[in-house]
């Protein structure tokens, strides 16, 4: 079971990774570009490694209000794994979840680009 918690952890933490650079690579051309703040082309940040799911668009608000907690994801509706995370906000086009205490937790801390 261990083996399988970490393994879901750190699906999601690379998703997140792939989210990161689509925020540096959107936000540089934008300030160019002059485009608002509205960020399309977000991956689902769920557990399974052959989602290919996309979310949003997301704000740079709503993004950045993700980021703040390194145990929060993003992912499409109906994408969470109860075993390992609850879902704590619900919205049209994502929710967001959280990484259950534990190994969960502690993998998505470690494996936090930001930090």
Known sequence: MEARTTRLAKNEALFREVNERVVDVTQSFARSLDLGDEIDGFVCECS???C???VGPLTV???EAVRR???RFIIAPNHQAPDVESVVEKRQRYWIVEK???IPSEVARERDPRS
Do not use: I, N
């Open 69 to 71: 907690d390194a145990r």
């Open 48 to 50: 399974d490694p052959l």
């Open 61 to 63: 608000e709503e993004y």
């Open 52 to 54: 290919l799911d996309r």
């Open 100 to 102: 259950s205490e534990g």
